[in-house]
């Protein structure tokens, strides 16, 4: 969380820069693409399964997103990326891991969009769909929806390569069982501290 915090913070300072620096800004039917790494972290109480306290691992990978801007400030945006695999633990013993995969839906704004501007920041909400797979033997974990919301800033080397960073956070519950009987609900809400690149056509 003082990742995430932090990484707010110069965010705010660096938008200043904005009004001093010259370049093509997002407009009305601009698409992009992003690639980079994220690292993911869970938040610190992730709920009781099976009468014992859950912790989910930090993790980092590869993240990717597709978006469109409809007008110069608003836009919308679909990303996700690779599983993250993270080791679970009941009362501090490992149980083994689950791969996570999320995929997120945002409607982003864009407040320096159309005005020119090497720094472009963005701010969205959403829905996030998360999909869990190789759960610990003899256990199942039910897919989850829940809101998410970011905040990034796209800062242009040239009018089509932009470098970027972000930060997200999403609502993620998932039911866990074994076979017919639950055994209670892992939170997640995993905070997402990103960086790579944007490419805009």
Same mark, same amino acid.
């Given at each position: 969380?003082?990742? #995430?915090?932090?990484?707010?913070? #110069?965010?705010?300072?660096?938008?200043g %820069?904005? #009004?001093?620096?010259?370049a093509? $800004?997002?407009?009305?039917?601009?698409?992009?693409?992003?690639?980079g790494? $994220?690292?993911?972290?869970?938040?610190?109480?992730n709920?009781?399964?099976a009468?014992?306290?859950?912790d989910?691992?930090d993790?980092? +990978?590869?993240?990717? /997103?597709l /978006?469109?801007?409809?007008?110069?400030?608003?836009?919308?945006?679909?990303?996700?990326?690779?599983?993250?695999?993270? &080791?679970l633990?009941?009362?501090?013993?490992?149980?083994?891991?689950?791969?996570r995969?999320?995929?997120? %839906?945002y409607?982003?704004y864009?407040?320096?969009?159309g005005?020119?501007?090497? =720094?472009?920041?963005?701010?969205g909400? +959403?829905?996030?769909?998360?999909?869990?797979?190789?759960?610990?033997? +003899?256990?199942?974990?039910? &897919?989850?929806?829940?809101?998410?919301?970011?905040? +990034?800033?796209?800062?242009?080397l040239? &009018?089509y390569?932009?470098?970027?960073?972000?930060?997200?956070? $999403?609502d993620?519950?998932?039911?866990?069982?074994?076979?017919?009987?639950?055994?209670?609900?892992?939170? =997640?809400?995993?905070?997402?501290?990103?960086?790579?690149?944007?490419?805009?056509?």
């Open positions: 969380m003082r990742k #995430a915090t932090l990484f707010s913070a #110069a965010l705010i300072a660096t938008t %820069l904005a #009004a001093t620096q010259t093509l $800004a997002y407009q009305a039917g601009d698409v992009f693409v992003r690639g790494i $994220a690292q993911v972290e869970p938040t610190s109480d709920g009781n399964v009468g014992s306290e859950l989910v691992s993790e980092n +990978g590869f993240t990717y /997103g /978006g469109y801007l409809f007008s110069d400030k608003v836009g919308v945006e679909l990303n996700g990326s690779e599983a993250f695999e993270h &080791d633990s009941l009362n501090g013993s490992g149980i083994g891991s689950v791969d995969m999320p995929v997120n %839906l409607a982003n864009y407040p320096l969009g005005t020119g501007g090497k =720094v472009q920041p963005y701010v909400v +959403g829905v996030n769909y998360t999909d869990y797979s190789n759960a610990p033997s +003899g256990l199942s974990i039910d &897919d989850s929806w829940g809101a998410t919301g970011q905040i +990034g800033v796209d800062l242009a040239t &009018d390569l932009l470098l970027n960073g972000s930060v997200s956070y $999403a993620v519950e998932a039911d866990v069982s074994s076979g017919s009987t639950s055994l209670g609900t892992g939170d =997640v809400d995993p905070v997402t501290i990103g960086g790579g690149i944007t490419l805009r056509f």
